[in-house]
C-alpha cells in the first residue's frame, strides 16, 4: 500500500495510535494560543528533536514539504511587508512545530493502525450505513483505482499524440472522464458477482452449504 | 444507483482527485512559490456529477486516505501534517465545495447542464472554497482578512480553467453516457 | 434455464431461450451483439430476465441473486475490471472474507493458495506492478477461493500471447468446477464437451465442437465478406 509510512523499531514507533493522534491533538490546542516568539521557538527546536526518532529518512522526506516552506516564508515576508514580522514569525515557527508533528505521527504509524484506532470514531456512522467494511473497500478501491486512472490517461494521451504527433493537454479531459466512468461500471459488475459489498455471510438463504442439484 | 454502483463512484472520485494530483493535466509554473494543483479540479467534477451526499463522500473519503498517511496530495504530500500547514482551511472546505456544487446541479435540472455545470463549479469549487479558505489562513497565517484574500488571488486564474473543464466534461459525459451523471440521474 | 426472455433498452437480447447446461466443459459461441454476454449475466443475477427462469445447481436466480452469485465465480475480460484489491493477497483474500472468513484466516489461505499455483512471493506485490497474464491469474484465483460451483469466463485472455494463453487455459482444464467460456477464438474450446452457438438471441446450433465449430466457422467467413462498414 502506498503510504508515508517509515518502518521503524524507535520508541515513537512503539507508541500506539490512539494516544499520538490524543497527544497531537492536545499539542496543536496548547500551541495556538502561543504569542512570544522564543516560546515557538524552543517547541519548533523540540519538534525538531523528535523527529530524530526516524532518522535520516525522516529528514530526508521532509524535503517533500518544500511547497509549504515557500508558502510560510512568502508568509514571513508578507508579514515583514505589512510591518506584523514578529506575528509572523510566531505564526511560521507555530505551523512548522504543528507540520513537523502531525508528520512524525504519520512517519511512524502504520496506515491499518491508523484506521483501527480511528475505528471508535467511524463507527458511528454505521447509523447511515456506512460499515467499516465499506470503508476498508472505498480505501482499497481508491488505492487501486489511482494507478489504473494514471494509466488510462497515458494511454489516451499516447494515442493522441500518435495522431497528431502534439501534446494533448486539456481537451483529453472529457473523453478520458468517459472512458474512467466505464471502468467504473465494469468495475460495479464485477463487484456484484463477487457477492458485493456486503458479501455472502449474512445470506439466510445460503445456510448450510450449497444446495446441490 | 445501486449501493455496490455507488461506492465504487465515490471511490473512483476520490482516485480521480488522487490521480491529479499525481499526474498535472497542465502545467502551471510556480506562482509567488505556490504550486497550482489540478487536484480542485477532481473536487468540482466529485459535485457536479455525483450530488451533494455523494460527491462530499468522495472528498472526504480522500481526505480521510490523506490524513491517515496516504500520500495523494500534489506534490506527494500526506499525512496529518497538510491539515496543521496554513492552507489546511481550503482542504476543509473541499467537501463542503463538492456538496454545494453538487446540490446547485440538482437544483437547476431544468437548465442546459453546460451552463449549470458551470455555474455550479464556480459557486461551490470557487466560492465556497475560498469561504474556508481565507478565515482558514486569517487564524491559522495570522494574516488579515485583506491580505489573505490578495494572497488568495494566485489561483483564481487556474480556478477558472478548472470550471470551463467541468462544465465541458460534465456536458460531454451527459451525452455520452448520461447514466453516470448521478447528480441528474 | 426455461424460457427465458432478456430485454435491454426496448429490444430483445435473448429471445425464449430454454437451456439445460450438465456438461462440465461448456462453449458459448456467436458474432458480436449475439447476446453471449447477456445470457451467462443471468446466471448469476447481474441481469435480469423479464420473463422466464433461470436455475442454477438448484437455486432459483430470480428468487435467490445472492446465492446464485455465490455458486457462479465469474472472470471478466479486463483483469483491471475485476481486481479490487491494491494487493494480490488482499484481492485473493477479499474473495474468503466475502464468505465469511476472519481477517487472519482469509490472508492465511490466500498466501497457501498462492504457493499451491507457484506464486509463493506474489502476496504483497502491487497489482499495478504485475503483467496481464499475472493479473489474469489473480482474477481466476480470487474467484476460485471462493469455491464456485460453476465458473463463467467471459472472453478471457483476450489480450494475451499465445504460450500465456495456453499456459491459462491448462490451468483451467484440470478444475473440479463446471466451466462455461465465451471466447472467439475457437482454439480455446480443445477438451470442451459442448458448443452452442448463439445468433440474435437464440440457440443457432448445439453440440459437440467438432460439429459445432466447423459450421460456425464457415458462418463467420461467409458473414466476414459479406459486411459492410455500418455492421462492422
Known amino acids: 500500500m502506498i503510504s508515508a509510512y517509515i518502518p521503524g523499531e524507535s520508541w515513537f514507533h512503539r507508541i500506539s495510535a490512539g494516544p499520538k493522534l490524543l497527544g497531537l491533538c492536545a499539542l496543536t490546542v496548547l500551541l495556538f494560543p502561543v504569542d512570544k516568539p522564543g516560546i515557538a521557538a524552543l517547541a519548533f527546536s523540540v519538534a525538531l528533536v523528535l523527529f530524530s526518532a526516524v532518522g535520516w529518512e525522516g529528514y530526508r522526506r521532509l524535503m517533500a514539504l518544500r511547497p509549504v516552506v515557500y508558502l510560510l516564508v512568502f508568509l514571513l515576508i508578507f508579514h515583514a511587508l ?17 507540520i513537523l508533528l502531525a508528520t512524525l505521527v504519520t512517519f511512524t504509524t502504520r496506515m491499518e493502525d491508523m484506521l483501527d484506532a480511528l475505528n471508535p470514531v467511524l463507527t458511528p456512522l454505521n447509523f447511515i450505513g456506512i460499515s467499516s467494511r465499506r470503508i476498508a473497500l472505498a480505501i482499497a478501491l481508491v488505492i487501486r483505482f489511482t494507478p489504473v486512472l494514471i494509466g488510462l490517461a497515458e494511454e489516451l494521451g499516447a494515442a493522441y499524440r500518435a495522431r497528431t504527433g502534439k501534446r494533448a493537454g486539456p481537451r483529453l479531459t472529457a473523453p478520458f472522464a468517459v472512458l474512467a466512468l466505464r471502468t467504473a461500471d465494469h468495475v460495479s459488475e464485477a463487484l456484484a458477482a463477487r457477492g458485493g459489498a456486503d458479501g455472502f455471510e449474512d445470506t439466510a438463504e445460503f445456510d448450510g452449504g450449497l444446495p446441490k442439484k | 444507483m445501486s449501493n455496490d454502483r455507488t461506492l465504487v463512484y465515490v471511490s473512483l472520485y476520490a482516485a480521480l482527485i488522487a490521480a491529479l494530483g499525481l499526474f498535472p493535466l497542465f502545467h502551471i509554473p510556480f506562482l509567488g512559490g505556490v504550486p497550482i494543483t489540478a487536484q480542485t479540479l477532481g473536487v468540482m467534477l466529485a459535485g457536479v456529477m455525483l450530488g451533494p451526499m455523494r460527491g462530499a463522500f468522495a472528498v472526504v473519503l480522500f481526505l480521510f486516505l490523506v490524513a491517515i498517511g496516504a500520500p495523494l496530495l500534489a506534490g506527494g504530500r500526506g499525512g496529518l501534517g497538510v491539515f496543521a500547514g496554513p492552507s489546511a482551511g481550503f482542504l476543509i472546505g473541499w467537501p463542503v465545495g463538492a456538496f454545494v456544487a453538487g446540490a446547485l446541479m440538482r437544483g437547476m435540472r431544468r437548465r442546459s447542464v453546460i451552463v449549470s455545470a458551470a455555474i455550479s463549479a464556480a459557486i461551490g469549487g470557487i466560492g465556497v472554497v475560498y469561504l474556508f479558505g481565507i478565515p482558514g489562513l486569517v487564524v491559522l497565517a495570522d494574516l488579515s482578512f485583506g491580505q489573505a484574500a490578495l494572497g488568495s488571488l494566485v489561483y483564481i486564474p487556474g480556478d477558472l480553467i478548472k470550471v470551463a473543464l467541468t462544465a465541458v466534461i460534465a456536458e460531454s459525459v451527459a451525452r455520452g453516457l448520461p447514466g453516470a451523471l448521478v447528480s441528474r440521474a | 434455464m426455461s424460457d427465458v426472455t432478456v430485454e435491454r433498452g426496448g429490444h430483445v437480447v435473448i429471445a425464449n431461450l430454454s437451456l439445460i447446461l450438465d456438461e462440465s466443459r461448456i462453449a458459448i459461441v456467436g458474432l458480436n451483439g449475439s447476446g453471449k454476454s447477456t445470457l451467462v449475466r443471468t446466471f448469476n443475477g447481474l441481469i435480469s430476465p423479464s420473463g422466464g427462469e433461470v436455475v442454477v445447481h438448484g437455486i432459483d436466480v430470480g428468487k435467490a441473486p445472492k446465492a446464485a452469485a455465490r455458486a457462479v465465480g465469474f472472470v471478466f475480460q479486463n483483469p483491471d475490471h475485476q481486481i479490487i484489491f491494491p494487493t494480490v493477497a488482499e484481492d485473493v483474500a477479499f474473495g474468503l472474507r466475502q464468505i465469511g472468513y476472519s481477517k487472519a484466516d482469509a490472508r492465511g489461505m490466500a498466501v497457501a493458495m498462492l504457493r499451491e499455483y507457484g506464486c509463493d512471493d506474489w502476496a504483497d506485490r502491487p497489482i499495478s506492478e504485475l503483467s496481464e497474464g499475472q493479473k489474469h491469474l489473480v482474477c481466476i484465483l480470487s ?26 487455459l491448462s490451468r483451467l482444464k484440470s478444475l473440479r468446477q463446471q466451466i462455461i467460456m465465451i471466447n472467439h477464438d475457437l482454439d480455446a474450446f480443445d477438451g470442451f464437451e459442448r458448443m452452442i452457438w448463439l445468433k440474435d438471441g437464440t440457440v443457432h446450433a448445439d453440440g459437440a465442437p467438432s460439429a459445432v465449430a466447423p459450421l460456425y466457422r464457415l458462418h463467420a467467413m461467409q458473414m466476414a465478406e459479406n459486411l459492410a462498414p455500418k455492421n462492422l
Open chain 3, 143 to 168: 474467484v476460485l477461493a471462493m469455491e464456485p460451483e460453476v465458473l463463467v469466463l467471459d472472453e478471457p485472455f483476450s489480450s494475451l500471447d499465445i504460450a500465456v494463453r495456453q499456459n491459462l
Open chain 1, 82 to 98: 505589512t510591518g506584523t514580522f514578529v506575528s509572523g514569525l510566531v505564526t511560521v515557527f507555530r505551523l512548522f512545530t504543528m
